[in-house]
Nanobody
Framework: QEQFVESGGGLVQPGGSLRLSCTSP????????MAWYRQAPGKQREMVAE???????NYAESVQGRFTISRDDARNVIYLQMNRLKPEDTAVYYC??????????WGQGAQVTVSS
């Protein structure tokens, strides 16, 4: 069973920044298309950003220009840099395989709360 461990969440004021990290003892990120997802209270989980390990990236329209997905393949870490955060970005954030790979096992996620 695949495992993912997210970290870096917290409480931040609107307009602030956070960087989330994701590691995995079971998945080699350098050969796997990966993505960040989020789930807000009462809403379905949605894909926020994905990266195929090469030059392809895709972002949800709501975060385009504010969030950046990146990798450190040597350390097997995926990052999500989140800038100019808004209250509507409040959610639990998860990393997992890209949507096309049909992710099944989910980690605990990282809570991000944007509030003044």
């Amino acid at each position: 069973q695949e495992q993912f461990v997210e970290s870096g969440g917290g409480l931040v004021q609107p307009g602030g920044s956070l960087r989330l990290s994701c590691t995995s003892p079971t998945t080699i990120f350098s050969i796997t298309a990966m993505a960040w997802y989020r789930q807000a209270p009462g809403k379905q989980r949605e894909m926020v950003a994905e990266n195929d390990g090469g030059t392809y990236e895709n972002y949800a329209e709501s975060v385009q220009g504010r969030f950046t997905i990146s990798r450190d393949d040597a350390r097997n870490v995926i990052y999500l840099q989140m800038n100019r955060l808004k209250p509507e970005d409040t959610a639990v954030y998860y990393c997992n395989k890209a949507p096309a790979l049909a992710p099944v096992s989910w980690g605990q996620g990282a809570q991000v709360t944007v509030s003044s």
